[in-house]
């Protein structure tokens, strides 16, 4: 017993120093990935659930790795954020986000809007607002254009810290939308006291609309209507979820029904087919 308990424990470093290497590579490749741009946002539709009719899209970051290929954010956004490297990755994005934004403005689509992933430790520091000022100035995005999405766990710490920041991004017409709805805290107090503009209710919770009601659904819909929030559903796969959700009031959704995230050029092929519709 007690070899094999050593055994264990021997095959337990393996598996460590195995991850442990991994995530010094991952960190160490980061680090080069934002020098030589390897970072290529794509953009997955949010659509009204009554036309379908897309109101804007969300930016989902794709690293194309020299050596790995094609890496997804699950992969390398936890060690980011683990390492502290995800600020300045978000930063780095948000001035895609923005670039791309301008371009299809100025390329005739004055309406488009854009909401970007950033980590809830952007809420933490004043420094934030005067970045996202100075993002809607050089590239001259109208207000509220830029929008963000947090999950709710980061911003819970601080919460006074954080309400003025959202406060501070007010004038620009910058939305938050917290994602991920119903995983993490759901301290529901806070909600009432941060100016969130959206609720994204997770995946997992829509997942489960498809044999049968689900009377979570229904909570966080009528919660966000006591609250006056708006609502996305994601990850919407089937037309029986749509259906349910329209009927259930719920106005936006996001899904592989509509559309996957795509590259910038064909997100903007499928926007002028939906407006030619
Ligand atoms: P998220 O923000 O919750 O994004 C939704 C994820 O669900 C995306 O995965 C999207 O591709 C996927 N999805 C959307 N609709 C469907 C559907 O109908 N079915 C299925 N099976 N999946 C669907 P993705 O792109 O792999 O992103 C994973 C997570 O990585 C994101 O979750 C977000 O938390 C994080 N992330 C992505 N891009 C960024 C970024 O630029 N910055 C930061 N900080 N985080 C990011
Ligand atoms: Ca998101
Ligand atoms: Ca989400
Ligand atoms: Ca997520």
Avoid at 52 to 81: C, M, N, Q, T, Y
Avoid at 175 to 186: A, E, I, R
Avoid at 227 to 245: D, F, T, Y
Wanted: aromatic residues 8%.
């Amino acid at each position: 017993a007690k070899s094999s308990g050593r055994g264990r424990v021997r095959y337990f470093n393996n598996a460590m120093r195995k991850k442990l290497k991994r995530q010094a590579d991952i960190e160490n490749d980061l680090q080069h990935g934002i020098k030589n741009d390897e970072f290529e946002l794509y953009f997955q539709p949010i659509f009204t659930l009554n036309q379908p009719h897309i109101v804007s899209f969300e930016a989902l970051v794709r690293w194309h790795h020299p050596k790995a290929g094609l890496v997804s954010p699950d992969d390398f956004i936890p060690i980011a954020e683990h390492t502290g490297q995800i600020i300045d990755l978000d930063l780095h994005l948000l001035h895609v986000a923005a670039a791309q934004l301008q371009q299809w403005r100025r390329a005739g689509n004055p309406t488009i809007r854009i909401t970007v992933n950033v980590s809830s430790r952007h809420f933490a520091s004043l420094d934030f607002v005067d970045f996202m000022r100075s993002l809607y100035i050089k590239y001259q995005l109208p207000n509220g254009t830029l929008c963000l999405e947090i999950t709710e766990s980061g911003l819970i710490e601080n919460l006074t810290l954080a309400t003025r920041i959202i406060h501070g991004l007010a004038p620009l017409g910058v939305k938050l939308y917290l994602d991920d709805f119903g995983t993490g805290y759901s301290a529901l107090g806070y909600l009432h006291q941060l100016p969130i503009h959206t609720l994204k209710i997770d995946k997992s919770f829509i997942d489960k609309l498809t044999n049968k009601e689900n009377p979570l659904v229904d909570a966080i819909l009528s919660l966000a209507e006591s609250l006056k929030l708006n609502v996305v559903a994601e990850g919407i796969e089937n037309p029986k979820q749509w259906a349910l959700l329209k009927r259930k009031g719920c106005q936006l959704g996001q899904g592989y029904l509509v559309s996957k995230p795509l590259p910038a050029q064909k997100a903007m092929a499928l926007l002028i087919k939906h407006t030619e519709v």
